[in-house]
């Protein structure tokens, strides 16, 4: 495991923190004796603040409870309750339903930008991860940038060198931040309507949006978690079979706080004929496919870097299924005579049945049901790693991605160029893939962390047209970043005329075509600043 900054508390704070929190200074902790809203509000506070969730929980959060019953708790003793019925259920009969119905709120602190992605890899959980949109990374912690700095790397030959380009990218980073909110200032001066704050905040959102491509991979990050005990051994075992070092690491921290709170959902990870098989079979076969990969597929072809976003694969007969489906529960038929009568329809008789299903949405979360389900679609996407890293966390799809290099490139948000800064952003990229090149021979896993966020990875999307119109509705919104926008927008336009799934594509009245806006998060802003509004008034 990489060095932790380890906070520091008051006695009289930490007092209050062993009440709440398994450990106090670890980076990984669950949150427990405090009500679910409290944990809720918490971690949605905590993805747009660069305070650590202890300390955030300190300053905004612990005025407003009554501690006083409390003295007398320590969780970061652990729990010492019996367990023997979860223990006979669970253990000796199997049941992995009963590891569904505990959760645990964790915290997981000072984790790579490639580590968030293993940490939420897993569809049965939920996560919350720190912003680069609203958290600035120009500030140092104890004198050092916030990047993982990974031990194999440091105790090489190469530690040296690798600590000096990732300090000169977080110095490219911090210089060109203000110089582009400078420039947005100039160019699109503050509405005599908005306040100083929700300009403020809109000109630093979109600065940010533009200089973040030069983090690179190994920037750290806070994720806030919740999930069951079931979803936490299924990331545990995959955490222990993966390739790198800081994730398997970051296992037995996880691992360890997890025994405190819900210990019985999770003592087959460390059963050797149960999550010790499991981990090594994963393990197996990574390398296994890694070794067949190498020996089948020229590796040495270039990268084809034209299509953004490529369909690759669709039903062609799928607005004939989805009106079979729509029609399905409302009949007393088989699928099969439904979907014979679908086909001697007429096209408006079926845009008919489409568009009552549709109904009257109102905005986006009015959703459809599950009909929509029953299309696929398939796409081969060439962006971005920070636009990846947005679009990854749809868990209702299916996604692989491939290693995070140099070699696909890297994009250059237009901003960058208005403010005169072309000439630097490229500097940090050149010297973002000289230190991949020199690590990838010795430290194949852990070069990646070398890579800037704005160089492109290559990934698939397989989902239905239901999550499609979720995820593609909200990714391109005005208010979202550039990146993943333009591939939710290539998505949409991929639907209706690759596949020629017009009335599909219809239903999804909410996507947006628009160019982008000036200030993405100036709309947004006026909103949240309305609320904050009325909740003072009430």
């Given at each position: ?265 999770v003592r087959r990870v460390d059963l050797p004929e ?35 976003v490529d369909l690759v694969d669709f039903d062609p ?222």
């Amino acid at each position: 495991m990489g060095v932790y900054v380890v906070e520091d508390f008051s006695e009289d704070e930490a007092d209050v923190l062993r009440r709440y929190f398994t450990n106090l200074d670890q980076p990984v902790f669950a949150l427990v004796n405090l009500p679910e809203v409290v944990k809720g509000a918490l971690f949605a506070r905590y993805s747009r603040s660069s305070k650590s969730l202890r300390r955030l929980f300190l300053d905004e959060f612990v005025g407003e409870l009554d501690i006083e019953g409390d003295t007398s708790i320590d969780a970061t003793i652990g729990l010492d309750r019996a367990e023997e019925l979860y223990e006979r259920v669970f253990l000796e009969y199997g049941d992995d339903s009963v590891a569904q119905l505990g959760g645990v709120h964790l915290a997981c602190e000072q984790a790579s930008n490639l580590l968030t992605k293993v940490l939420e890899w897993g569809r049965l959980a939920s996560y919350l991860e720190q912003s680069t949109r609203y958290i600035a990374y120009d500030s140092r912690v104890d004198g050092r940038y916030r990047y993982f700095r990974d031990p194999e790397i440091l105790s090489s030959e190469l530690g040296t060198r690798y600590i000096g380009d990732m300090d000169r990218l977080f110095d490219a980073y911090a210089e060109m931040a203000p110089l582009v909110q400078e420039h947005i200032k100039r160019t699109t001066p503050k509405s005599s309507g908005d306040s100083d704050f929700v300009y403020r905040m809109a000109v630093k959102a979109k600065a940010l949006d533009s200089v973040r491509g030069i983090l690179p991979a190994a920037a750290q990050s806070n994720v806030g978690m919740y999930g069951s005990g079931q979803s936490y051994e299924q990331l545990l075992l995959r955490m222990r079979s993966h390739p790198l070092p800081e994730a398997r690491s970051y296992a037995d921290l996880i691992l360890a706080e997890l025994r405190k709170v819900i210990p019985s959902f999770v003592r087959r990870v460390d059963l050797p004929e149960r999550g010790g098989v499991w981990s090594a079979y994963l393990a197996d076969n990574h390398h296994a496919m890694a070794d067949v990969a190498d020996g089948l597929l020229d590796q040495s072809a270039s990268p084809d870097r034209a299509a953004v976003v490529d369909l690759v694969d669709f039903d062609p007969d799928a607005e004939v299924k989805v009106v079979a489906s729509m029609l399905y529960p409302h009949s007393h038929l088989s699928e099969r005579a439904i979907e014979a009568q679908v086909r001697d329809m007429s096209v408006d008789d079926r845009l008919r049945v489409i568009r009552t299903y549709t109904g009257d949405r109102q905005n986006r979360r009015h959703r459809p049901g599950r009909a929509l389900e029953r299309p696929f679609y398939r796409f081969d996407v060439l962006a971005d790693y920070g636009a990846f890293r947005d679009l990854q966390r749809h868990r209702l799809m299916t996604i692989e991605w491939q290693q995070l290099t140099t070699k696909h490139g890297f994009t250059r948000p237009e901003l960058v160029d208005e403010a005169g800064l072309a000439d630097r952003f490229d500097e940090a990229m050149e010297r973002s893939a000289g230190l991949f090149q020199v690590l990838e021979p010795s430290f194949e896993a852990q070069a990646s962390y070398a890579v800037a966020l704005a160089y492109r990875v290559r990934f698939n999307v397989n989902l239905n047209a239901r999550a499609a119109l979720h995820m593609l509705e909200l990714r391109s919104t005005p208010q979202g970043h550039p990146a993943y926008r333009l591939v939710a927008q290539q998505m949409h336009r991929a639907i209706a005329d690759q596949a020629g799934h017009h009335a599909i594509a219809e239903m999804m009245l909410f996507v947006n075509h628009a160019s982008d806006t000036e200030l993405e998060r100036l709309e947004s802003e006026r909103r949240a600043e309305v609320r904050r509004q009325e909740l003072g008034q009430r």
